[in-house]
């Protein structure tokens, strides 16, 4: 059985770094908002190339605290991918603001930069840019594009930790950055967890405030805030798995050329493309077909775990049903939420499963694809 991702650290090296920063927490006897926390936001933002990262509840709260630090609510728009993780919307329904959805680039499934411009009205007071799958947005153009309007750009980098793009990192490429840590991502705590990465020294300021009841001082609330910090624990087990996150990413980048080598020219299976400029960390490898559902069980019986990612776009889901965008309103969403499938990948596996993945779908070619 090939499990679509392993998560137990099965590095002793790894094993024994987490016991130690899991006993410095303990034996401090502190676990909110302390020197772990401190520390792992400046290691973070140096990873990142930012000057501030705020460590966060989790990456919904990310992208929310981002969008109420920039005091965007009822009745704003804000420019969403039709085809992400349902969270990015919510975010902005969230605040009250109402997401615009803008279709991908068929080859890349990234948030097409040409489709924004005429999605853009009077009431647009954000873009939110998602690095799906681990690969950037195409950020040179949405970024002059959001110059050019005076408005933020705001970086859904839940699946993009060490991605690049033009050598630089994810997290530093718009105004304020969105991390999750949720375990499975490529830098996951154990539980939930997120950051806001930016540059902007207000927008940190505030988003400060925000994550702990609008206080600086303990009981002296000068915003209306709310709770939602990455605890000390988090903090000090992410320390120690942000040291292995460029070599796990090395990894992912290597599983990811072996499937591209060993899929090659396989009619009906599409692979996915990387744009010029964009280095991805390969969150996740996505394949497309017309045969998906055939191919994915096909798979199963053969062994191998897939996912799909993901099988509703927002605007079908009952979610967003009184939004009234029936059917058909963003044909490509609808096209990779019908067509899409997630092999295998993650910084443990090895190149015989990736090749034992790759057998059993040549296998299966003339019968499904
Ligand atoms: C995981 C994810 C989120 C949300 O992160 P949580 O920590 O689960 O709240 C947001 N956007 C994208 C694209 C994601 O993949």
Not at 72 to 100: F, H, K, Q, R
């Amino acid at each position: 059985m090939i499990p679509f991702l392993e998560l137990r650290p099965s590095d002793h090296a790894l094993r024994h770094g987490l016991d130690e920063a899991y006993n410095r927490v303990m034996s401090s006897g502190w676990y909110i908002l302390g020197p772990e926390t401190t520390s792992f936001e400046e290691e973070f933002a140096d990873y990142c190339g930012t000057k501030h990262c705020i460590g966060v509840a989790n990456g919904l709260d990310a992208l929310e605290l981002i969008l109420r630090a920039y005091e965007i609510g009822a009745g704003d728009e804000v420019i969403v991918p039709s085809n992400t993780y349902i969270a990015s919307w919510l975010a902005v329904s969230a605040v009250g603001a109402i997401p615009i959805p803008v279709e991908p680039h068929i080859e890349t499934a990234e948030i097409s930069p040409g489709l924004i411009l005429p999605a853009l009205t009077p009431r647009t007071k954000a873009v939110m840019a998602v690095h799906l799958y681990g690969q950037t947005a195409a950020m040179t153009q949405i970024a002059d594009l959001c110059r050019d309007r005076s408005i933020p750009l705001i970086e859904d980098a839940a699946q993009a930790h060490g991605a690049t793009w033009l050598g630089r990192k994810a997290g530093s490429l718009g105004d304020a950055a969105a991390f999750s840590f949720y375990p499975t991502k490529n830098l996951g705590c154990f539980g939930d967890g997120g950051a806001v990465t930016t540059n902007n020294s207000a927008i940190a300021d505030k988003i400060r405030l925000l994550r702990n009841y609008g206080s600086r001082k303990k009981y002296f609330n000068e915003i209306k805030g709310s709770n939602s910090r990455l605890d000390e624990l988090q903090a000090a087990l992410l320390r120690v798995k942000l040291r292995h996150l460029d070599q796990w990413n090395k990894r992912r980048a290597e599983l990811a050329a072996r499937y591209t080598t060993g899929l090659r020219n396989i009619h009906g299976l599409t692979l996915p493309a990387v744009a010029a400029g964009a280095m991805p960390c390969w969150h996740l490898f996505t394949v497309w077909t017309t045969q998906r559902d055939a191919l994915q069980e096909h798979l199963r019986g053969a062994g191998v775990e897939t996912l799909i990612h993901y099988p509703v776009p927002p605007h079908l889901s009952d979610a967003y049903k009184d939004e009234h965008w029936p059917a058909g309103s963003f044909p490509i969403a609808e096209a990779i939420a019908r067509e899409t499938l997630s092999l295998p990948i993650g910084p443990f596996m090895s190149d015989t499963d990736v090749d034992f993945v790759i057998n059993a779908i040549r296998r299966n070619v003339p019968q499904t694809i």
